[in-house]
């Protein structure tokens, strides 16, 4: 399979950080963030289905072509914080390689990707008696509706600039059509639990600066 387009023009991601950043959040600092799983009782198989799918995306963002990814240990997304209740995974990368770009398009990601699954869940329903490769089209076909519609429906993002959204919707629907195919029941039950992210300023913790 091709490698996904990863990245966005320059000023498609500053149109990007303007609406997703908090205010004042300078666009070069480092960022962490936050995910939060609301499932009552998640799996260890569906945790650690997450993690892979979540990290995946991030490679792809960070690298473009996960072999490379998976040889740069120092691009890899680190597990900085568990927070109680909900589970809360606070992710960042290496101090010294923070960069907002990749984990402002995981966040993108992982904000959208529930919606597309339960798209594509609803497509299936309609195309259970459809040849294979028609039900795989329409599917991606349908997820990328549904990503258009959420990015012209969604409070924050209603206000990015059209062609800004376009690229966002072209990057997110190859990414999501690389991974969504190949996901397990296990992670696409997980990631129908996830809540919204949350980009953040990097929070210092013993043992992590």
Same mark, same amino acid.
């Given at each position: 399979?091709?490698? &996904?387009?990863?990245?966005? =023009?320059?000023?498609?991601?500053?149109?990007?950080?303007?609406? $997703?950043?908090?205010?004042? $959040?300078?666009?070069?600092?480092?960022?962490?963030? !936050?995910?939060?799983?609301?499932?009552?009782?998640?799996?260890?198989?569906? %945790?650690?289905?997450?993690?892979?799918?979540?990290?995946?995306?991030?490679?792809? %963002?960070?690298?473009?072509?996960?072999?490379?990814?998976?040889?740069?240990?120092?691009?890899?997304?680190? !597990?900085?914080?568990?927070?109680?209740?909900?589970?809360?995974?606070?992710?960042?990368?290496?101090?010294?390689?923070?960069?907002?770009? &990749?984990?402002?398009?995981? %966040?993108?990601?992982?904000? %959208?990707?529930?919606?597309?699954?339960?798209?594509? =869940?609803?497509? !299936?329903?309609?195309?259970?008696?459809?040849?294979? +490769? #028609?039900?795989?089209?329409?599917?991606?076909?349908?997820?990328?509706?549904?990503?258009?519609?959420?990015?012209? =429906?969604?409070?924050?993002?209603?206000?990015?600039?059209?062609?800004?959204?376009?690229?966002?919707?072209?990057?997110?629907?190859?990414? #999501?059509?690389?991974? $969504?195919?190949?996901? +397990?029941?296990?992670?696409? +039950?997980?990631?129908?639990?996830?809540?919204?992210?949350?980009?953040?300023?990097?929070?210092?913790?013993?043992?992590?600066?």
């Amino acid at each position: 399979m091709t490698e &996904p387009a990863t990245n966005l =023009t320059s000023s498609s991601l500053e149109a990007v950080q303007r609406v $997703v950043l908090p205010s004042g $959040v300078d666009p070069a600092a480092p960022l962490e963030l !936050v995910v939060s799983v609301a499932a009552p009782a998640l799996t260890a198989r569906e %945790f650690a289905g997450l993690l892979a799918v979540i990290d995946r995306v991030h490679g792809r %963002f960070a690298v473009g072509n996960l072999r490379s990814y998976a040889r740069k240990q120092k691009l890899h997304l680190q !597990v900085t914080d568990v927070g109680s209740g909900s589970i809360d995974l606070v992710l960042s990368v290496a101090q010294e390689l923070a960069q907002a770009t &990749p984990l402002i398009l995981l %966040f993108l990601a992982l904000k %959208f990707l529930p919606a597309a699954l339960e798209a594509g =869940t609803r497509a !299936v329903r309609n195309l259970a008696q459809a040849h294979q +490769s #028609y039900q795989e089209g329409e599917l991606a076909r349908e997820r990328r509706r549904q990503l258009r519609r959420q990015l012209d =429906t969604d409070q924050t993002f209603r206000a990015l600039p059209a062609p800004a959204k376009q690229e966002v919707e072209g990057v997110l629907a190859e990414v #999501y059509e690389a991974e $969504v195919p190949g996901m +397990s029941r296990d992670q696409q +039950s997980a990631i129908e639990s996830l809540g919204p992210p949350q980009l953040r300023p990097r929070r210092s913790r013993e043992g992590h600066e």
